[in-house]
């Protein structure tokens, strides 16, 4: 599975930015796919994720409120869209992809990622 993200780039503070990952090779019957971000010296940390229906969502508190992740199925995307955005939110953020049906928090869940997009906020 490869996945690619785009989207990235630098927005002030209060604006927005949409963020999408598209995933191609192989296909599973059902897969969560979730955004992490890593800031320059911190550790991975969970963003958002999204169950293969797209019905359940789960979101960090510090992020909860002003991000929306979403996904087609038909064109095997994830997005997020960024809104209200603080020059805390500035980091590289990745997407993440797991086979089944449920949301994992912790990146050792995920086997897959994509190559990370930069998103810097300005004060």
């Known amino acids: 599975v490869q996945l690619q993200a785009f989207g990235g780039g630098l927005v002030q503070a209060g604006g927005s930015l949409r963020l999408s990952c598209t995933a191609s090779?192989?296909?599973?019957?059902?897969?969560?796919m979730s955004w992490f971000r890593q800031a320059p010296g911190k550790e991975r940390d969970f963003v958002a994720g999204?169950?293969?229906?797209?019905?359940?969502?789960y979101y960090a508190d510090s992020v909860k409120g002003r991000f929306t992740i979403s996904r087609d199925n038909a064109k095997n995307t994830v997005y997020l869209q960024m809104q209200s955005v603080k020059p805390e939110d500035t980091a590289v953020y990745y997407c993440?992809?797991?086979?089944?049906?449920?949301?994992?928090?912790?990146?050792?869940?995920?086997?897959?990622w994509g190559q990370g997009t930069q998103v810097t906020v300005s004060s």
């Open positions: 993440a992809l797991r086979s089944g049906l449920n949301i994992r928090s912790l990146p050792l869940n995920y086997p897959y």
């Open positions: 090779g192989r296909t599973f019957s059902a897969y969560t």
């Open positions: 999204i169950t293969w229906s797209g019905i359940n969502t």
